[in-house]
Every structure is written in C-alpha cells, then in structure tokens.
C-alpha cells in the first residue's frame, strides 16, 4: 500500500511560482512513475507530467513545459513540481500519484489527496 501526501500550494499572484511536493510511503518508490494532474472548478482533471524514479526522465503536457519541471528526491521519497509562471488558469486542485508501471501509464493506482493552488490575477 502506498499513501501520497501532497503539499505546498496556497495562493499566488499571477506570474508567480510554487513548488509543490508530493511524500510517499509504502512501496518501492524508487521504481515508481509519478504523476501530476490539476483538477479546476468545474472542468475534467488534466494530466500535467509524468516522472520516473527509475531514470529520472519526465514529461510535462507541451502547453505547460516551458513553465512546470518535475523531480524527485528518492532517498526522501518525494516528488516535486515546480511551476513558474502561474496563470489565473492554473487555479486547481493539484493531484499527485504513483504507479509500478515501467511506462507513463493511462491511469495510475494510487493517488494523494490534492493540495489547492489559487492564482490572483
């Protein structure tokens, strides 16, 4: 069983940054795919990335990548999304989750329980 914690948001002005963090326990972190999703008032959860403890690689959606970078810590079993440049659309709830798989998966198995960003205009 793995539990995710998500931590780090709260409110910033537009063009700001955060850096979110998302503690694990339980499981094999170290072999795990990592995910970011955000999810807005009223609209579908979007995907934002995908990390891989394994190698370190990760993808970031293509209309966020110049602004969002993910990593990971994995002797402190955390990941990390850095976001800068926030937009007043960036205001959601922000997921992160994890999952055995050897590929980005379609779904993943576990998930946090989100952590609220709210960007001021």
């Known amino acids: 069983q793995v539990t995710l914690v998500d931590s780090g948001g709260g409110l910033v002005q537009a063009g700001g940054s955060l850096r979110l963090s998302c503690a694990a326990s339980g499981g094999t972190f170290s072999t795990y795919r990592m995910g970011w999703f955000r999810q807005a008032p009223g609209k579908e959860r979007q995907g934002i990335g995908c990390f891989s403890n394994s190698d370190g690689d990760y993808i970031v959606t293509h209309s966020l990548k110049d602004r969002f970078t993910i990593s990971s810590d994995v002797a402190e079993r955390t990941v990390y999304l850095q976001m800068n440049g926030l937009k007043p659309d960036g205001t959601a709830v922000y997921f992160c989750?994890?999952?055995?798989?050897?590929?980005?998966?379609?779904?993943?198995?576990?998930w946090g329980r989100g952590t609220q960003v709210t960007v001021s205009a």
């Open positions: 989750a994890a999952d055995p798989s050897k590929t980005c998966p379609p779904t993943y198995i576990y």
